[in-house]
Structure formats: structure tokens, C-alpha cells
């Protein structure tokens, strides 16, 4: 915050508080607003919108293709707040995938649409967390991209007595996209190493 003291020529220097703009989000309805710019002229809005409870409610792509004056819209119901939003072609098939992160409670999700140069699109089922991968698992997770592959880590658990209790280890997934297909291969945990005694 800067300070600046005002002063006529007869009168008392005047401080008056000078504070930077704040930055504001979306208007309600809407809760979250990002604009992915995929190439000049492409370009697709994601926002979240609803009212009351604030993780529910839809999900609105607008698609602006100001160079073949084509524009189109998707939108659906949404289950968890989006907190994200980004562009990529994880298939280097020169199909941009949108990519919208999720938080569910702990638990973070994706919703992955593909679009074709035409703005037909593909929705690609992002896996969750199943199998062998989801004991131990209840969310506190990241997600977050690495040489084209995306990444989910997260702290394992133990249940003794009803109550869930950290191991210490930590389990990675790691999710490639192919013809349209996420698989899903699962890293050896970490384990915390015990402390040297001395």
C-alpha cells in the first residue's frame, strides 16, 4: 500500500491511502472463468456456474473459431468445483485436448474433451482411482502434467479402529493417452525413510 501526502500552499499536508485494484473473479452466477487460447483465432471459455451449493452445478465450453466465423457451445451437468482449466495434446495427434481439474471433497478428477478442427468434440474418460491403486487411497492428491503424461500422487492410509492413520508412503499413477484411451500404470510407493539412530 502506498501513501501519498497532498499539501496546498496555506494548508496541512493531507496523507489519502492509495491501494492497488483488486482482482475479481467471475459474477454470480458464475463461479470460475478461464479463457485457453489453443492457436490465434482458437480460442475456448470454460466457466462453472450455478447458485447454492458450490459444488454443484454445470460446466459451459464456449468454442470461438473467429477465423472460419465458427462457434459452438457444449455444456453439462458438474459434480465438484472446478478449480482449473488447460489445453493440450497429450496423443500428438493434433487434436487439442481441454483438460478441467476437479475438486471433489479431498479428491481431485479431470474431464477431458478432445476437439477435432471441425469443433466436433470427444469426451475421453479420465480413470479413477481403482483396483490394487485404491488401497490406502482417500484423496489428498495432486495432479499435475510431466512430459505429456499426467501424474496423480497421493499419501496412502491406514484404517485402525475406524480411524484412518498416515503410512508415510506415497503412491504414484501415471495416465498416457492413446487412440483416444487413457491406461493407467502405478509407480512402486515411497516409503519414508526411519530416522538414522544415532
Known sequence: MAVMTLAACTEK??????TAPTKKGPEAPFRFHRAVE????????ILSWGRGNDSVGAYLILRSDSTHSRYRCITGELEGKLTDAWDMDMDSDGNPELVMQLKKGSKNDLMVFEFAASGLYNEIT???VSGSSKKGYEGHDSLFVKDGIIIREFPLFQKENEISKPTGERRTLEYKLRNNRFSVTEQQPEK???PKSK
Open 192 to 194: 519414508k525413510e526411519a
Open 126 to 128: 479420465f480413470p479413477g
Open 13 to 18: 499536508p493531507v496523507e489519502k491511502k492509495v
Open 38 to 45: 489453443v492457436k490465434p483465432g482458437l480460442t475456448y471459455d
